[in-house]
Nanobody, 121 residues
């Protein structure tokens, strides 16, 4: 069984920073990719940033230049450094990972429980 546990959300003022963390635990053969999504009430969940096994990254246009995704392979952990936060960044942020459980099993997606980020003065 694989679990993703997120931490680091909270309430900040516009212009401030937050760092989210997501650690994968359980029986893991390989983590193929990890990423962060966010969702606000009434809207679809959207990709914020992703990082592949080869450390290639991609970002939503709305966060380019402000957010940075990184991963610690040894710790099975992905981070999202969020700088210059804006009120429109307010959302529940979810960690996602595509994980291969065993070498002969197909990879599947796992999700964290979500962490609230609120940007407000």
């Amino acid at each position: 069984q694989v679990q993703l546990v997120e931490s680091g959300g909270g309430l900040v003022q516009p212009g401030e920073s937050l760092r989210l963390s997501c650690a994968a635990s359980g029986i893991i053969f390989r983590i193929n990719a990890m990423g962060w999504y966010r969702q606000v009430p009434g809207k679809q969940r959207e990709l914020v940033a992703g990082i592949t096994g080869g450390s290639s990254t991609n970002y939503a246009d709305s966060v380019k230049g402000r957010f940075t995704i990184s991963r610690d392979i040894a710790k099975n952990t992905v981070y999202l450094q969020m700088n210059s936060l804006k009120p429109e960044d307010t959302a529940v942020y979810y960690c996602n990972a595509t994980i291969t459980y065993r070498y002969d099993y197909p990879p599947r997606d796992y999700w964290g429980q979500g962490t609230q980020v609120t940007v407000s003065s």
